[in-house]
């Protein structure tokens, strides 16, 4: 009788680690591609264009002007990371993202949506 209640036992133990393995998997698998989708999300814009204090930054309104002086339609800006980020419309009218040195206004990265 304790040796049928002690077989039972292990069989549950066996099954369900049978059954926690193909879990795991599921776990592990949703972590790598949610880590893969993460990164091409950050391999996307440039995030690092100086290593200067913000108050050696010009205004972001004159990373705006230099896009616009370069032919783009400025649709909106923002910090990204050390860079000033323009989204914009080429003069191709295409949808990019240009992002800037803050503090020389050197144009690092355009990314064309």
């Known amino acids: 009788s304790d ?4 077989e039972i036992g292990r069989q549950s133990i066996i099954r369900g680690a049978t059954i926690m393995k193909p879990n795991y998997a599921i776990v592990a698998s949703a972590l790598f591609l949610l880590g893969v989708s993460g990164n091409s999300v950050l391999a996307d814009g440039k995030k690092d264009c100086t290593t200067h204090p913000q108050s050696a930054w010009k205004q972001r309104a004159e990373a705006e002007s230099v896009a616009k002086a370069a032919g783009h339609k400025v649709r909106g800006s923002k910090v ?3 860079c000033y980020e323009i989204y914009a419309i ?6 990019v993202e240009l992002f800037y040195n803050p503090v ?8 064309v949506k």
């Open 3 to 6: 040796n049928a209640v002690s």
């Open 80 to 82: 990204e990371g050390s």
């Open 90 to 95: 080429s003069k191709a009218g295409k949808k």
């Open 104 to 111: 020389d206004l050197k144009l690092m990265k355009t990314v």
